[in-house]
């Protein structure tokens, strides 16, 4: 029912389904399932306190159960794909289409279509358990003192975060022609091709080329900066003039210049897809990307400001967040040189940031209002302890999510094809690393940032809670 709204709203709107829009609709399959996980977990710790099934239903499905956790994990990601789709272009403002609409579509039938299979079972008098055997106590009597590694955590956070920004200033980005400016050209041959020996011969033409393996072993991805501040059909033309007296060697000779160049009409060899982003106009995206991530951040932090009504929680987030984003950055920077796919930093990738960023903030936030949630009086302990049995109360949770996205995301990477693996790698990425960082850096962030005076007027109101 979710992908048929999906894809019905997309229609409605006359949208253009492109690569990261149907990335965006699979990663609408993945976080679809996060409300129904809270949802099912609430009822499940309804059922283990001695409620009938019908009032763990409805205590899990009501504000102070589930919706309130599902509203602010939501709002999170609504005002991220708001970002993305105010500052991006072209194919950020696709995905940022698809994921908004898919994180309304998710939510109603999260909290009203199987809410409707969920009753009408309790109608039925069917037992709803709400676990099988083997999931039975999982995480149910799980007690790590997370707080207590909080140095270890910061220590290795640091030392990740310092490789990073040394590797980013000395190492650089492979920055996609999105961010640089420059024209790439998809190329087919009739035979399987050694991206490094097509490389070297161009750039003894061109100074510097980028060639890779795009699909197939018979196709590669070139792309040059040759002349890219050159503006006018001149220009085109001489690269494409060159680009065939480099190759021509590799086809047959029955492949005219001609041919080359219109291989797209007939898709048969020579130039497939040819694409040109000049420099100014890449400085625009590369500004609009940067505000996209920071407006991101601020805006959600703000929104954390609010619905908490307290910075810390805030900055808790925030912090994670920026390790998060810094941690895939270092990776790309590391990394790009060697690895079997690319790893261009480009409007796809800020799209898989900003994704993250959500992920993260959601992780984060469902922490969070268990934490609010204890200090109403519901367990003991003065404010560090009732951090850490948030932490572990909410674990579940953390756990089946994660793992259900990492799965969505392993799918999309082995046979969504190589124009977005190195898309999908950032966002797995950040999928495991916002995981943690929700666990191990957002709960330390948040107790040591709230004073001694704050914790114990908490502390206070809690047993009176109590």
């Known amino acids: 029912v979710n992908l048929l709204f999906l894809f019905g709203i997309l229609a409605s709107l006359g949208a ?3 690569l990261p829009g149907i990335a965006g609709i699979v990663l609408t399959m993945g976080t679809a399932v996060d409300a129904n996980i809270i949802i099912y977990e609430r009822a499940k710790e309804e059922l283990r306190s001695g409620k009938t099934l019908n009032e763990a239903v409805i205590a899990s499905y009501s504000w102070k159960g589930a919706m309130r956790s599902i509203v602010d994990a939501n709002v999170t990601h609504i005002l991220t ?3 993305l789709f105010i500052f991006g272009s072209g194919p950020i403002k696709g995905f940022a289409t698809t994921l908004l609409i898919g994180i309304v579509t998710s939510l109603f039938t999260s909290i009203f279509i199987a809410r409707i299979f969920i009753d009408r079972n309790i109608a039925g ?13 999982f995480f149910t009597n799980f007690h790590y003192n997370f707080l207590g590694i909080k140095k270890w955590s910061y220590a290795f956070s640091a030392i990740v975060t310092v490789v990073s920004i040394i590797s980013i200033a ?10 640089v400016g420059g024209r790439t050209f998809q190329v087919r041959f009739d035979k399987s091709m050694k991206p490094e020996e097509i490389k070297e011969e161009l750039t003894a033409i061109f100074g510097s080329a980028e060639v890779k393996i795009f699909g197939q072993d018979n196709q590669l991805k070139i792309t040059t900066k040759y ?15 060159l680009l065939y007296a480099s190759l021509k060697k590799h086809y047959s000779p029955d492949v005219t210049y001609d041919k080359f160049v219109n291989a797209y009409e007939g898709k048969k ?18 500004t609009n990307a940067y505000w996209a991530v920071l407006g991101a951040m601020l805006i959600v932090g703000l929104y954390l400001v609010i619905s908490f009504r ?15 984003v810094i941690f895939v950055l270092g990776i790309y920077s590391l990394c790009y040189k060697f690895m079997p796919f690319g790893m261009e930093i480009d409007q796809h990738f800020i799209a898989a940031i900003l994704t993250v960023i959500g992920y993260s903030m959601n992780d984060t936030v469902i922490v969070f209002d268990r934490v609010r949630e204890f200090l109403d009086g519901k367990t003991k302990g003065n404010f560090s302890e009732i951090v850490n049995n948030s932490i572990n109360s909410t674990m579940s949770r953390t756990i089946n999510t994660s793992l259900t996205m990492i799965v969505v995301l392993l799918i999309m990477f082995v046979f969504g094809g190589e124009s977005i693996r190195g898309f999908i790698f950032a966002m797995l990425i950040g999928i495991i690393v916002g995981t943690y960082s929700s666990l191990f850096i957002a709960t330390p962030v948040l107790v040591d940032s709230i004073s001694i005076a704050d914790k114990k007027l908490i502390e206070e109101r809690h047993n009176e809670n109590k």
């Open 16 to 18: 253009v389904l492109t």
């Open 81 to 83: 794909g708001a970002v």
């Open 125 to 137: 008098k069917n037992n709803l358990t709400f676990v099988t055997n083997f999931s039975k106590n």
């Open 170 to 179: 000395t190492n650089g980005f492979d920055q996609g022609v999105d961010f």
């Open 227 to 241: 002349k890219i501040q050159e503006t006018g059909i001149a220009a085109d033309e001489e690269v494409n003039k």
């Open 269 to 286: 060899l020579g130039i497939v897809l040819a694409s040109k982003v000049g420099p100014t106009v890449a400085e625009d995206i590369k």
């Open 310 to 324: 307290k910075w810390q929680y805030s900055l808790g987030a925030i912090a994670a967040v920026a390790h998060d």
